[in-house]
């Protein structure tokens, strides 16, 4: 006995909304990714969140690579489409436009991320230093002090750590 037909329409809930969004989404992927391996077929998919977000997928990795090629395949993907179905295609600049410079925009936000973790990382290891204001050196220098007294504090709270000095004890006295 399956469940009855859901009535489709807005679900006034922000977060009923947001959970049927991640649900229905990771289903719609999931379809999109059988539907490449069951039947070999050439599958792209975008979604976009009410608040902009994009989600993708792509079924060849070689399109996925480069996002570039990524943007230009989904365009080649949306042609067919429409060719097949009606007719000539009209070439929608905007949208082009729109999901490149998204894409860009994405791709730079992370890059620019990525960029700041791997220095601030490289700086906690003790390096590329030379560059830092020294107000910059003793933040650095504090934060570590902190995750310093952060893991003498979880070592000594250690179950091994207090047999170990137990055991340290009863010899010392010995």
């Known amino acids: 006995m399956g469940r009855g037909r859901v009535e489709l329409k807005r679900i006034e809930n922000k977060i009923n909304r947001q959970v049927t969004f991640a649900k229905r989404r990771n289903g719609l992927l999931k379809k999109a990714y059988e539907l490449s391996v069951l039947c070999d077929a050439e599958v792209a998919l975008i979604i976009f969140s009410n608040r902009g977000k994009l989600y993708e ?3 060849s990795s070689r399109f996925c690579d480069d ?4 943007i230009h395949s989904m365009l080649k993907t949306l042609e067919r489409y429409q060719k097949n179905n009606y007719g000539a295609p009209e070439p929608n ?6 999901l490149e410079l998204s894409s860009q925009q994405e791709y730079l936000k992370l890059k620019a991320r990525y960029d700041t973790l791997l220095r601030n990382h490289r700086n906690l290891m003790g390096e590329e230093l030379g560059n830092l204001s020294s107000k910059e050196l003793e933040s650095l220098e504090r934060q570590l002090d902190t995750s310093l ?3 003498r504090s979880t070592r000594i709270s250690s179950p091994i750590f207090s047999v170990k000095n137990i055991f340290l004890t009863k010899l010392t006295r010995t």
């Open 149 to 151: 007294k952060q893991i």
């Open 67 to 70: 996002i570039h090629i990524f």
């Open 93 to 98: 600049v905007s949208a082009r436009e729109a």
């Open 57 to 59: 997928f792509c079924s």
